[in-house]
C-alpha cells in the first residue's frame, strides 16, 4: 500500500484546512489509518485514527479535528478546524494498527506542510 498525503498549506490562526490520504496498490479497508504530524525539532505525535465508526484523537485536536474515510475505502482525510499555531508542522498519513503510536503503523505517506500563522 502507498500512501499519498495532500491538501496542506498556509493558513492564519482560526482558519480551517483539509488533508487528504489517498491509498494506492491497494484498499484502505483492512486497515487503520491514522494521521501524525512532526514540528521542527520535535518528535512525531499522533494527532488521529480512525478504525471503522471507531475515531480516536489526541487530547490537543480534540474538537476541533475530524477524521473520516470514503466508502471506498481509498481516501482517509482530516478536517482541520479552528487551527491554532502549535498545529503547524508536517502531517503524515500511515496505515497499520489502532494505536497512539507510530511504531504500529507499517505504511506512511510522504507528508504534507501545514503552516499556521498567528
Known amino acids: 500500500v502507498q500512501l499519498q498525503a495532500s491538501g496542506g498549506g498556509l493558513v492564519q490562526a482560526g482558519d480551517s484546512l483539509s488533508l487528504s490520504c489517498a491509498a494506492s496498490g491497494g484498499t484502505l479497508s483492512s486497515y487503520v489509518m491514522g494521521w501524525f504530524r512532526q514540528a521542527p525539532g520535535k518528535e512525531r505525535e499522533f494527532v488521529a485514527a480512525?478504525?471503522?465508526?471507531?475515531?480516536l484523537y489526541a487530547d490537543s485536536v480534540k474538537g476541533r479535528f475530524t477524521i473520516s474515510r470514503d466508502n471506498a475505502k481509498t481516501t482517509v482525510y482530516l478536517q482541520m478546524n479552528s487551527l491554532k499555531p502549535d498545529d503547524a508542522a508536517v502531517y503524515y498519513c500511515a496505515a497499520g494498527t489502532l494505536s497512539m503510536y507510530a511504531r504500529n503503523y507499517a505504511y506512511w505517506g510522504q507528508g504534507t506542510q501545514v503552516t499556521v500563522s498567528s
Open positions: 480512525i478504525s471503522g465508526l471507531r475515531t
